[in-house]
């Protein structure tokens, strides 16, 4: 008889055959293979009677159910089956299923943080039973999704407009997602100048406020969410003030005051976590979420990297170990006085590895071979993290010469680098700017004073990858949820992608209102984290599962439900109307707001149209479509229907027949071009690229370049 090792994906099976070979059979329950039925009130598949947690279980779908079938005869056959699902809460849940619907009387459980020899064998040699808290906790949040899902939803339902769902995770998503779009339609940008001189010296010093004021250094985010220095000077808010101050600058004398110059320390970062993963994947490598995971996926079950789902960053004694003598061998000078470690987060989810490397000796041109393209990208970022994370700090010299012209005061910043340290490996530092040095009291020549009109940005929409971030910093979701979440939300079409940005749809919005009203608590980050802090409590036997649910079931949602129900007009749900949501745009006929009309064929994927019965010149509806060129609303400026193409000199760069001037719309905005005036001619293959386009002043082609007049 066999030994069975039972694994989730079926991507795994080779390399463990190799690494088990002969007296082992190796199965694969791709994923979840049961969830709750749909059965019972509401279709939930569980009860919740004095004060015990009942619970109905069927085969996910027709493929579950005949690797249900395929596993009992491979487990009876077997003589130990062993369950080697996913290190970690939602792999555990999957293994207490496997154990239950094979009937096993001693589950042996097996966990491995990297599908290498070394680490399964050892998994093998010390099995483990079930972790039932771990259990516990999965089985809550099966529990506590589908009812807030199947509960919820309903209400969204009766809004007639193509809502789907209301969940746990995604509505508290949503939510951010529509908070940032309200910022940005409220927002009131603000005109200032930036004021600043430039010295003979070689240097550019920024306006910094009188003796008696000095600004705070403004900072940036970089893409490991650390905040970096920016150069700009003490916002001044009129251009009569912006004068003056330059003003001061030609007519006064300048001199140094003071030189700052410190030597400072930037620590590594830490290896990658999901979030952080998704997160520099997204701003490096243009990857969404979910291609981050499925592409991490493929590369962990070639046993390269360490389990991918984690919001650790520690790493195992055995690679830092293994790093610090990859270091000694190939860069000694950055190898630190004593081994690197991180700080332990507080609230992390199991105590697992971050994702790293599992050997960092692999030949490049080899993994090129056997990898695709973004699987060797992904690959090397997680190298180069984990290494760097195991490296001396970078040493940064930073300059600061405070210099005064009359009573304004003006400041310049240089940075250089020193020692590169981690950032030899990843690279996270500005260029170097190097200050000359001078002394305090010395005078300085003024080659330039001048000011530069800027004005305030509304706060920036969401990427995927930036998303994810605030979910984990809000607590929101878990390191398997973050992907899923976010994937969600477009396929319900609350939200899309428009130029790598999430903006939410006008569906979106209107579902966030909705439930600003009728469940505003479900909304509240610090209300979803609570509810996840509660199923990290279960996961550590400090609560038990079925009293929570009972307890916030009854205590919480039947209330917020019921309240939901009663407090809403009728009038809301009543017909298939919908009430269009209104834009801050003013119509230009009557001055009222304008609505907002939902359209998958435009840009913004809404248009507005006044509502007043206003009519446009061409007697149609008022309009307004974005000018993503000019920034605004515009009416569409339509051509008259009979314009003719108009002749010109222009020969066609294929036929040399004299081109024709041709007027069309697009997006609501008058364009022209320059087609041949051979109609038969111009619609064949070889005249598909004989086209100008008029911009800026010019004649342009993407394949022949610009037209000389």
Avoid at 158 to 180: E, M
Avoid at 250 to 270: D, E, I, M, Y
Wanted: hydrophobic share 35%; aromatic share 8%.
């Amino acid at each position: 008889m066999t030994n069975l090792l039972i694994v989730e994906s079926p991507g795994k099976i080779k390399k463990l055959k190799a690494i088990l070979g002969s007296g082992w059979e190796v199965k694969a329950s791709v994923g979840h293979i049961r969830q709750l039925s749909n059965e019972g009130t509401d279709s939930l598949g569980f009860t919740m009677d004095n004060g015990a947690i009942r619970c109905k279980y069927s085969p996910r779908d027709s493929r579950a159910k005949e690797t249900i079938a395929n596993l009992k005869v491979a487990a009876s056959r077997a003589r130990q089956v062993f369950l080697a699902c996913d290190p970690d809460r939602e792999g555990e849940t999957i293994a207490w299923h496997l154990a239950d619907v094979l009937k096993l009387k001693n589950p042996q459980r097996v966990v491995y943080q990297e599908i290498t020899e070394s680490a399964v064998r050892r998994a093998i040699a010390s099995p483990r039973p079930l972790d039932r808290n771990l259990v516990a906790a999965g089985r809550c949040r099966d529990c506590l999704d589908k009812l807030v899902g199947y509960k919820g939803s309903p209400l969204v339902w009766r809004l007639n407009n193509g809502a789907k769902s209301v969940g746990r995770v995604q509505s508290a998503t949503l939510h951010i997602v529509c908070q940032r779009d309200r910022e940005i339609q409220s927002f009131v940008p603000q005109d200032y100048w930036s004021v600043f001189v430039e010295y003979t010296e070689g240097f550019k010093a920024f306006y910094s406020g009188s003796q008696d004021h000095s600004d705070p250094e403004e900072e940036a985010i970089d893409d490991t969410g650390r905040k970096e220095q920016t150069q700009e000077s003490t916002r001044v808010l009129s251009q009569a003030e912006a004068d003056r101050l330059v003003a001061i600058a030609q007519s006064n004398p300048h001199r140094v005051l003071t030189v700052q110059g410190k030597l400072t320390s930037k620590k590594p970062p830490a290896p990658f976590t999901t979030s952080t993963l998704q997160q520099v994947a997204g701003s490096r490598l243009k990857f969404s979420p979910e291609h981050t995971m499925q592409v991490a996926q493929k590369i962990y079950e070639a046993g390269l990297i360490t389990y991918m789902r984690t919001d650790s960053v520690q790493l195992s004694p055995e690679f830092c170990q293994a790093a610090r003598q990859w270091l000694q061998a190939k860069d000694p000078a950055n190898v630190p006085d004593k081994v690197a470690t991180q700080k332990r987060k507080k609230d992390a989810q199991e105590a697992h590895e971050a994702i790293r490397p599992t050997d960092l000796s692999l030949s490049s041109a080899d993994l090129k071979e056997r990898l695709s393209e973004d699987e060797f990208k992904l690959y090397f970022l997680i190298w180069m993290r984990a290494i760097a994370s195991q490296c001396k700090p970078a040493k940064i010299r930073k300059t600061i010469i405070l210099s005064q012209s009359g009573e304004v005061q003006w400041k310049a910043r240089g940075q250089v680098v020193e020692f590169e340290g981690y950032a030899k490996y990843w690279k996270d530092l500005s260029g170097d700017h190097d200050l000359p040095q001078v002394q305090p009291g010395r005078s300085l020549t003024l080659d330039n004073a001048a000011h530069e009109a800027k004005q305030t940005k509304p706060p920036a929409r969401y990427t995927e990858p930036k998303l994810v971030q605030v979910m984990e910093r809000k607590g929101i979701g878990r390191p398997s949820t973050y992907a899923p979440t976010v994937k969600t939300l477009k396929q319900r079409d609350y939200v899309t992608l428009v130029r790598g940005k999430l903006e939410p749809t006008a569906l979106g919005l209107q579902v966030d209102e909705f439930l600003e009203k009728a469940l505003p608590e479900l909304l509240e980050a610090e209300f979803t984290a609570g509810m996840e802090a509660k199923l990290d409590a279960i996961a550590h036997g400090k609560e038990e599962w079925e009293r929570y649910l009972i307890g916030w079931n009854q205590g919480y949602f039947q209330p917020a439900l019921a309240k939901a129900m009663q407090g809403l007009p009728a009038q809301s749900y009543s017909g298939p109307e919908r009430t269009l949501e209104k834009s801050r745009t003013k119509c230009p006929s009557c001055g009222k707001a304008m609505s907002k009309v939902p359209s998958k064929k435009v840009q913004k994927k809404y248009f507005l149209k006044c509502q007043e019965g206003c009519k446009a010149k061409n007697g149609l509806d008022l309009v307004m479509f974005w000018s993503d060129s000019e920034k605004k609303w515009q009416i569409p400026q339509s051509s008259p229907a009979s314009e003719a193409d108009t002749l010109t000199d222009y020969p066609c760069p294929v036929c040399q027949k004299p081109m024709a001037e041709h007027h069309y719309q697009k997006a609501g905005q008058a364009k022209k071009m320059l087609r041949c005036s051979d109609t038969e001619a111009r619609n064949g293959r070889k005249h598909k690229d004989a086209v100008y386009f008029f911009s800026k002043g010019q004649w342009w082609s993407p394949k022949f370049g610009v037209l000389e007049p």
